[in-house]
Nanobody, 122 residues
Framework: FQLQASGGGLVQPGGSLRLSCAAS????????IGWFRQAPGKEREEVGC????????YYGDSVKGRSTISRVKNENMVTLQMNRLKPADTAVYYC????????????????WGQGTLVTVSS
């Protein structure tokens, strides 16, 4: 199945942004949902992940302390809230689903969204 990531855009350094990940025809709570990002010329990088049923979250070192992944109650959606954004956060952000739980490796995720571009610039 395919996920839909949305909410990207242009934001000034120090600002905040909330990305959303949705899907139709499947229940996202049955999957671990990960967020990854890829900047031009760079490898795809882990942003974070929320476990199946949402009890545990994990964050990559580059965003730890500035980001929060949550499941939206009563909606089939997962959000990524990012604060104190930096130009280095500029990338295409992807959400992905994994049947076996969270992993820092994007190859462990089976279903992906199309990505949403986040640009941090003044």
């Amino acid at each position: 199945f395919q996920l839909q990531a949305s909410g990207g855009g242009l934001v000034q350094p120090g600002g905040s942004l909330r990305l959303s990940c949705a899907a139709s025809g499947v229940t996202l709570a049955d999957y671990a949902i990960g967020w990854f990002r890829q900047a031009p010329g760079k490898e795809r990088e882990e942003v974070g992940c929320i476990s199946i049923f949402g009890g545990t979250t994990y964050y990559g070192d580059s965003v730890k302390g500035r980001s929060t992944i949550s499941r939206v109650k009563n909606e089939n959606m997962v959000t990524l809230q990012m604060n104190r954004l930096k130009p280095a956060d500029t990338a295409v952000y992807y959400c992905a689903a994994a049947e076996m739980g969270c992993s820092p490796k994007y190859t462990d995720f089976q279903s992906w969204g199309q990505g949403t571009l986040v640009t941090v610039s003044s």
